[in-house]
Every structure is written in structure tokens, then in C-alpha cells.
């Protein structure tokens, strides 16, 4: 990489995760290869595996897709099936790349890489405008909370880089989106990945859109706001007790902040006993900090000694979190058996491990038309269902709009430990 920085440098940048979504050969793996090639993200030995297995394929230039495209069977059939991460970085961020499969069959990759997400890059053939799959991807981008969506207009060079082409198609697509998400925040640019207009380096084909390249929004996209920094949320991971002559005393509740801001001081409440307390300080590699925020990992001690464990919530006593029992969530099913009405599950939710009781599906959403299929009470692998959940025991949450760490959780399958759905609490 020509690009060098320092460890520490590195290690103080933001990091934006974003992910792709399109149809199949719309060109998300093209586009992810050209941003690491064009941006000198690339290592020597990666360029020259990738300019043989170009050469083996009969490519009469780099094929750009080979440097996201891993497994065998991606190359063989010039798809992608699994979820592919890359890093890379600029003297602006660092990234985390998901390049998930566009097939709808593959539902549950897109959701497992897009959970996390800052950003989704929506990639649409310009030859083809808007279609079905366009409309699934965004809707799934927005269902996952993904704050900022970037959509491209790819392969502008077969249509002679009209600008006509890209109106039509821009307004397209607002006129769904202002149907289904009318809130989101999108960014639209038309590029062609294949020859790097647009990409990282600004169009000469194109002087009549001048919204920066696709670079320079993932660069600049303000992030700080994704995180709930409104409700205190710390869910208790560890409890730290040293037993040293030096801290003899210390017992610390370690974990990484999941809302709001804690200070020294800060009257906070523990659930699920509801005790209050204050914090006494916020620790970090044995130093002390004057804040701690999300996604920050840190050691609270409060100035009572109280019992509290792993799965435990240490939350703001004026702004607590939904308590219950009952939850209702949108979630997407992973598993190749069906869900079970009436089925027993374990649950994950945070720090916390509970069991649960399917009590019902309210609805199966068909995701292509959006449609609400009351009638089907079956879910089957990469369906997207709201179901009613009974836990064991109450969960401290938020709705998964407001808080996507405290608003979200898995069901484990307790007799095979596979994870068979993730879900988002509405």
C-alpha cells in the first residue's frame, strides 16, 4: 500500500461501515474493486494474483471483481454468495466494506452484512432504471436502520453518460423512496465503476453533475449522530474485581457504551433491580476518563455496592428503557427449518441470554412488492416476518429505530446452537 500511517493515527480515525446492494451484475464487486484500486488500497502480491486470474479468464483488462470475489464458486459463476468484508483506509477514515449478494435467495447475507452498516451504496444498472430489486434493497437498507443511503447509477459509460438517462432514473427512484422512507438521507451519483468515473477521481465525462465523487461522500458523511447519544445504555458485559493489594477494593462493571453519555456523577438506575446509584468514575486502561460514550469500551464503578452481573442494564434513572416480557419484531429468518409457532428458542439481547416462546406471526412481508401476507403463517429461510415474542425473563430495550444495539437481537435454535434469525424491536 502507498498509502502509510501512523499506528496511533490509525487507531484515532472514525470508521464508517457501509455495505453494497443490487442485482446481480449490476457491478458491486466491479465498484469495490475499483474504490481499493483507485484509492492505492491494494497490496502488490493481491494486484498480481488478480492480474493472472484476470489473464485466466480471458479478460482483456483487470477484472476488478476478483478482489471481493473469494469463494470459488463466485468466480466460476461471476456472482456473489457469501458476505465479503475488506478494510481499507484514507488520511480522512477507515473503512469496513460488506459486499453482500444481491439474490434474493441470499436475503439473510445482505442482513447479517448490513446490521452494522453507516452507509448503503444502492447500486442501479443504467441500462435498466429501477427495478424490483432496487426497490427490495432500499427498503431492506431502511428496515435495517441504515442512517445514510448512496445510491449509484452505474455503467454511465453504455449510455454515453446522459445526463437524461440519470435524471430519469434519480427521479425514479424518489418517488418511491418518498413513498416508503421519506426521512432517509440519500446521496445520488452516476458512476461507471468499470472505468472509475466518479469513483475516487471526479468524471471528465461528466462535467454536468458536479456532487463529488463517491469517495469524498463516504469521507465526509457525518456519522457521529448514528449512534443514540440521547439515552444512557450501558449493558453489563464482566464485573472486574481485581483482588490486587492495589485494588483491593475495586469492583467495575465493564462493557461498551451503547447510548447516551456517562460522567462521573451521573445518577444512573440498575436493572433489573432498579436500585439506584451514582457513578463514581469511568475507567479505561487503567486511567480515568471524564466521559465515556458509544461505541466506547469502558469499566464503570458506581459509589454503592451493589449486586449487579453480566445481562444486567445500567441505565439513566430519566430516561430508562422499555421493560417486558413481551416484544414485537421485525425479524429475518436465517435457518433452512421453518419457524415453529409455538416454539421454544434462546434469545441474545445485548448482554443478555434468555429464553423464549414464539406466540405468533402478526404478518410475512413479501419483499418485492412490500406486500403483507396475513394468511402465511410459515417462515421460511430469508423471510421477513413481525412475530410476538413471550421471554423468560424482561428485556431492557428501545425500539430498534432509535437505538439499533439496544433495539435488536438473535434466536439461537438451543438444540443445534445455530442462530436462526436476527430481529429488530419495534
Known amino acids: 500500500m502507498e498509502q502509510t500511517f501512523s499506528t496511533k493515527a490509525y487507531l484515532g480515525m472514525e470508521l464508517l461501515r457501509f455495505t453494497t446492494a443490487g442485482s446481480v451484475d449490476d457491478g458491486k464487486s466491479t465498484l469495490i474493486g475499483r474504490l481499493l484500486y483507485d484509492s492505492k488500497s491494494i497490496f502488490e502480491d493481491q494486484l498480481d494474483a488478480v492480474r493472472r486470474a484476470s489473464v485466466q479468464k480471458g479478460s482483456e483488462h483487470l477484472n476488478l471483481a476478483l478482489f471481493t470475489d473469494g469463494l470459488r464458486a463466485e468466480r466460476e459463476q461471476g456472482i456473489t454468495i457469501d458476505v465479503a ?50 426497490h427490495r434493497h432500499a427498503f431492506l437498507a431502511s428496515l435495517l436502520g441504515i442512517p445514510h443511503i448512496i445510491v449509484c447509477i452505474n455503467k454511465m459509460d453504455l449510455m454515453d453518460y446522459s445526463q437524461a438517462v440519470y435524471t430519469a432514473i434519480l427521479n425514479n427512484f424518489q418517488a418511491f423512496a418518498n413513498q416508503v422512507f421519506p426521512d432517509q438521507d440519500m446521496r445520488f451519483i452516476p458512476i461507471s465503476a468499470l472505468k472509475g468515473d466518479n469513483v475516487v477521481k471526479p468524471s471528465e ?11 469524498h461522500h463516504l469521507e465526509t458523511i457525518p456519522i457521529s449522530q448514528d449512534h443514540d447519544l440521547v439515552h444512557q445504555r450501558f449493558p453489563v458485559q464482566y464485573v472486574i474485581r481485581p483482588e490486587s493489594d492495589e485494588f483491593h477494593d475495586y469492583r467495575g462493571y465493564a462493557g461498551r457504551v451503547a447510548g447516551g453519555f456517562f460522567h462521573p456523577g451521573d445518577k444512573v438506575v440498575v436493572l433489573p433491580s432498579h436500585l439506584e446509584s451514582e457513578i463514581a468514575s469511568v475507567d479505561t486502561y487503567g ?59 434462546a434469545l441474545k439481547h445485548t448482554t443478555r441470554d434468555v429464553r423464549c416462546l414464539i406466540q405468533n406471526i402478526d404478518y ?63
Not at 465525462?205 to 469517495?215: H, I
Not at 442494564?313 to 429468518?333: R, T
Open 287 to 345: 486511567k480515568a476518563l471524564s466521559e465515556a460514550h458509544p461505541p466506547m469500551s469502558v469499566t464503570l464503578t458506581l459509589k454503592d455496592d451493589l449486586d449487579i452481573s453480566r445481562g444486567d442494564m445500567i441505565a439513566g434513572i430519566e430516561d430508562s428503557p422499555q421493560e417486558s416480557c413481551d416484544i414485537d419484531a421485525m425479524i429475518c429468518w436465517m435457518n433452512p427449518r421453518p419457524m415453529q409457532i409455538q416454539g421454544k428458542y
Open 364 to 426: 410475512v412481508l413479501n419483499i418485492s412488492t412490500l406486500e403483507k401476507l396475513t394468511e402465511n403463517k410459515t417462515l421460511r429461510m430469508n423471510d421477513i416476518a413481525r412475530i410476538r415474542i413471550r421471554t423468560t425473563k424482561p428485556l431492557f430495550f428501545d425500539p430498534y429505530k432509535v437505538n439499533r444495539i439496544t433495539g435488536s437481537l438473535i434466536l439461537i435454535d438451543e438444540a443445534t446452537n445455530e442462530t436462526v434469525a436476527a430481529g429488530m424491536i419495534l
Open 85 to 134: 468484508y475488506r478494510y481499507f483506509a484514507t488520511p480522512q477514515r477507515k473503512f469496513i466494506i460488506a459486499d453482500t449478494p444481491g439474490h434474493i435467495q441470499y436475503t439473510r447475507n445482505m442482513v447479517t452484512g448490513a446490521s452494522t452498516a453507516n452507509a448503503a451504496i444502492v447500486l442501479i444498472d443504467a441500462r435498466n432504471g429501477v427495478i424490483e430489486q432496487t
Open 205 to 215: 465525462n461528466m462535467p454536468w453533475y458536479n456532487g463529488g465523487t463517491l469517495l
